[in-house]
């Protein structure tokens, strides 16, 4: 009887013992799968910044036709530039913390520029403000909901934005390529340089840019700008920094 006993009492603690192996291997592939999840999410939202710059950049080089009016196909016109928007949800204006917007300029078209003996660079340099609007053709591409026009990045999303200034606290950076040259601008909200140059309005997406040029030989303006992108579900373990370039080119510096 006392063998039968110490038999039965091994037998329990080899038991405890299994379940505490599957229950550990268990919590293991639980967070191992949590965070191929969360890296994925960052994978795509950098894929999608790259995208929109792209998307901006060749719109100015090759024109794309923009209908102000969706319902009037009579309103389409040629826009002199095309640009990115991106924000860390901490402006006024901003839809629920969205991060990227595609816009042109809705006051400068190119066609009628080209006819005042202008080119689309010197009349977004030398014209004043230039008014912005965001997208509203290939809507499918761009939409988050029937009435979000700007995109947000999933469970990703830009806690701040840098240049290479020294500048951490811009709120709204808007990237600018001209028409059909693809010269680079850019706007940012606050103001950041002197003589509040490459400023935009407290909106974002900014309702107009003061652009400045936007040039890796530059020294009065960034060179390029960081995109810091964190997890926003509040989890420290996947960010990613992407530098943006003039060019709309875009590098992986960290994550």
Known sequence: MQNKNKESAFTLIEAMVVLFIVGLLSMTAALGYGQMSRDKAMEQASQRVGQQLSQARDYAVFGKEILKDPSNTNSSFFPCGYGVTFSTGNVSGNDNGSDLSLLYS???????????????????????????????????????????KLVHLKNVKVESIEDNLGNKTIGCLTVLFSAPRGGSYLGTYPG??????????????????????????STALPAYFLINLIISDGSNNSKRVLKVYPSGNMELVSG
């Open 192 to 217: 950041m340089y002197s003589g509040d140059i490459a400023k935009c309005t407290s909106e974002c997406p900014p309702k107009a840019c003061n652009f400045g040029v936007f040039s890796e030989s």
């Open 106 to 148: 809705s006051d400068k078209d190119r066609i009628g520029t080209m006819d005042s003996n202008q080119s689309c660079d010197e009349a977004i340099i030398n014209g004043g403000a230039t008014n912005l609007a965001e997208n509203t053709v290939d809507e499918a591409d761009y939409v988050s909901s029937s009435t979000d």
